[in-house]
């Protein structure tokens, strides 16, 4: 039973390892996901955007639109304006015939298009989080917002409304914070870039696939390869206090065993050499029962917040989180098998 309780508790920071991690990994390909199914070339910001994850003004005209798909190569642009509704996650107002044209249209699991200014689309993890339907009403911003379409998976976000409400509702007139252009080649995505950043020198413009590595950038930024560090350095504090409790328990109890075995000729290596073998056994059976736990906390994040969270299981961790674990059991074994090593056989035989 204590065996069974050290693994269980080493098999807990292991699971929470794994779960960061894979929620980061699992978020940040969301939104590479998403904004990759957009079908956009160039992303322009607003002119106070400095990464993905900063706030933008509306700082775009709606002659922007016009002048952009006047540019050689531009077959399409289309404004956008972002609203948040819940962390993580955003509601995107845009132009839909100018998004179906540039994405390739969305996939209706049911309902359609917009058919009033207060609808909404969702796609179907958003739709099963909140446990909605076609037709039903969604509260979100203070206002409510009738379902006229679930889609099959997001593009841009789990959330489209009318880009016309939103740009309302913000008091933005017909500004956007976001402007995506859809180029002819993407051989010439580099050249309009050039000839836009002479001409909009104040205004961010990036490629899709810079937007994407911002996004990564943005998550590190935010901390979270710093959080990652600090669970892992309570992981290995839980793991060196869990082992050293065990086995010095252990040690207690087979007082008696280790007299004979010195006795008989074991050398202090041979007894040290037991305590560690059964410790690393520990961290084995601690690391395998964690990387089990981290795929029931996967269905269980995908159960219950399919569109807020997305969790991957990162098999490259799996080593690395091995290794961590049994640094900490060695560490934890270390004082409990030499005072094991160094007990006298005749105390030893005689303890009670």
Known sequence: MRS??????IGVPVTLILCLVGLGRGMVA??????RGSGADIMVRGSNAKSMLAASSATLPQEFIAYFEKKPHVVLAMGMVSHAIEVPLYMNGVDLARFDRMSGGLKYVSGGPFQGPEDVIIDRSYAEQRKKKVGDTLEMIGRQWRICGIVESAKLAHVLVPVKTLQDIDALGTKFQQVLLKVDDPANIQSVIA???????DYPILTM???MSQIQEGVNKAGLSAFITVIIGIGVVIGVAVVCLSMYMAVLQRTREIGILKSLGGSKS???SMILVEALMLGTGGTILGILMSFGAREIIQAVQPASFQMEIVVSWWPKVFGIILTAAI??????GMNAAAHDPIEALAYE
Do not use: H, N
């Open 209 to 211: 696939e810079e937007v």
């Open 195 to 201: 000839d836009l950043k002479k001409e909009l020198p």
């Open 270 to 272: 041979f007894i040290l």
């Open 30 to 35: 969301d939104s590479q996901q998403r904004a």
């Open 4 to 9: 069974l309780l050290s693994i269980l508790l």
């Open 331 to 336: 560490l934890g074994a270390l004082y409990p």
